[in-house]
C-alpha cells in the first residue's frame, strides 16, 4: 500500500511540475508593441520586443558618438583644422574613418581654410540597418546642412553646402566607434 501512495504522489508532482512546461498557445495575441525602423507600431510578442529594444539601445549609442563626432569635426573646421588627432576624434573614429578624417584635418590646416560664421545643421538621421560595411553593427544616413557657412582660405570665400553621408560603426575595445564613411551619396536643396 505505501508504494502505491508513493508512487500516486509521484505521479501528482510530476503532472504539476510538467504543467509549467507547455508551448505558450500560438493563437495567444502579442501583448508588446513594436516600431520597425521604417514603419509605424504594430504588435509582436516579447522576444521580437526584446530584440527591437537592443537595436534602439545600440542606435541610441551611435547617435551620441556621431553628435559627438560632428560638434568636434566642426570644430576643428572653425579652428581651421589639425596636425594630430583631438582626444574625441580618437574616442570616436577608428580605422578607415580615422584615418579618412586625420587626413582631411591636415588638408584643412595645410591649406588654411576656415568655417565661418553660420551653423552646420544635422538636418536629419536615419538609420539604415541592413547595410553594412566590414564589421559594423549600426549605420546612420545624415544630412548635414552648412549653407549657412562661410569657407574661407587662400581663395575667395565660398558659401558651404549640403553633405549627404552614411556612417558606419563598429564595436572596439573602447566601446562604439565611427570605422567607415561613406560620402556623396547624392546632391540634394534641402534635408528636409
Given at each position: 500500500m505505501a508504494i502505491a501512495k508513493s508512487a500516486a504522489l509521484f505521479a501528482a508532482i510530476t503532472a504539476i511540475a510538467l504543467s509549467g512546461c507547455t508551448q505558450p498557445d500560438p493563437n495567444a495575441a502579442p501583448t508588446y508593441t513594436c516600431t520597425p525602423t521604417t514603419g509605424?507600431?504594430?504588435?509582436?510578442?516579447?522576444?521580437?520586443?526584446?530584440?527591437?529594444?537592443?537595436?534602439?539601445?545600440?542606435?541610441?549609442?551611435?547617435?551620441?558618438?556621431?553628435?559627438?563626432?560632428?560638434?568636434?569635426?566642426?570644430?576643428?573646421?572653425?579652428?581651421?583644422?589639425?596636425?594630430?588627432?583631438?582626444?574625441?576624434?580618437?574616442?570616436?573614429?577608428?580605422?578607415?574613418?580615422?584615418?579618412?578624417?586625420l587626413k582631411s584635418d591636415r588638408e584643412i590646416a595645410a591649406n588654411h581654410t576656415r568655417a565661418v560664421g553660420g551653423e552646420f545643421k544635422i538636418g536629419y538621421l536615419r538609420r539604415v540597418p541592413r547595410e553594412v560595411v566590414g564589421d559594423s553593427v549600426a549605420t546612420w544616413e545624415s544630412c548635414v546642412d552648412a549653407t549657412s557657412v562661410t569657407f574661407k582660405d587662400d581663395k575667395p570665400?565660398?558659401?558651404?553646402?549640403?553633405?549627404?553621408?552614411?556612417?558606419?560603426?563598429?564595436?572596439?575595445?573602447?566601446?562604439?566607434?565611427?570605422?567607415?564613411?561613406?560620402?556623396?551619396?547624392?546632391?540634394?536643396e534641402s534635408c528636409e
Open positions: 509605424t507600431p504594430q504588435p509582436c510578442y516579447k522576444a521580437e520586443h526584446d530584440l527591437h529594444a537592443k537595436e534602439d539601445a545600440l542606435y541610441a549609442e551611435a547617435e551620441a558618438v556621431y553628435r559627438k563626432y560632428i560638434a568636434e569635426h566642426v570644430r576643428i573646421y572653425r579652428a581651421g583644422g589639425a596636425t594630430t588627432a583631438s582626444p574625441v576624434i580618437l574616442e570616436t573614429l577608428t580605422g578607415e574613418a580615422l584615418q579618412e578624417v570665400p565660398r558659401p558651404g553646402s549640403i553633405g549627404l553621408e552614411r556612417a558606419y560603426f563598429s564595436q572596439t575595445e573602447e566601446g562604439l566607434k565611427i570605422s567607415s564613411f561613406a560620402h556623396s551619396l547624392g546632391v540634394v
